[in-house]
């Protein structure tokens, strides 16, 4: 980012929320901003279904509708950088159907609450949950996307969440 600033390299992205912030308060940079039409990433968080709580279907169905897409990419990614995503493809990817898949995922705090109650778990037994971050320690942007995530099952379940960062290069 520095390097583009400086006329050095023709594209960059920010990759924190200050370098963000930087271009958003910038009428120059801001202008100069846009959503790489040729980036297709989907940010996504996984679950190992093979352990409790997750291999409850009606709990990840719960926590599918504490995901509040829109509001994430408003408050921490800002649409500059992305768009909300409801399927594996990102918007605007060819097949791309996450408008037919958005019913089953869309942020819906009283569906969450009906599935986690048909789950037959609770706050008490699940304890607490670590969303683990995999990235850059510093990809702030990311992390309060996870932050984000975890907030909404704390207030909306009661679930404790705790969200750890984790440096690609050690998880691999």
């Known amino acids: ?28 940079l801001s202008a100069q ?5 040729g980036d297709f990433r989907t940010d996504y968080f996984f679950f190992d279904v093979r352990k409790e709580p997750y291999s409850n279907v009606k709990f990840r ?4 509708h504490l995901l509040d ?7 921490v990614i ?8 409801y399927s594996m493809l990102a918007p605007g990817y060819p097949a791309a ?8 995922s869309e942020y819906n705090v009283e569906e969450a609450k009906k599935l986690f109650a048909e789950s037959g778990l609770d706050a008490a037994t699940i304890g607490k949950l670590v969303i683990v971050n995999r990235g850059e320690a510093t990809d702030s942007l990311r992390m309060g996307m996870s ?14 969440v705790e969200v750890q960062a984790l440096v690609q290069k050690e998880f691999m």
């Open 69 to 75: 897409r829109e509001s994430i990419i408003k408050a």
């Open 1 to 28: 980012f520095q390097a583009y600033q400086a006329g050095q390299i023709d594209s960059a992205g920010p990759t924190n929320a200050a370098e963000l912030e930087t271009i958003l308060n910038d009428n120059d």
């Open 78 to 85: 800002k649409p500059v950088l992305g768009r909300p995503a």
């Open 97 to 104: 159907n996450g408008e037919a898949l958005k019913k089953y």
């Open 33 to 37: 901003a846009a959503t790489d039409p």
């Open 147 to 160: 932050q984000a995530f975890a907030d909404s099952i704390k207030q909306n379940l009661g679930i404790e």
């Open 61 to 64: 169905q719960a926590l599918a």
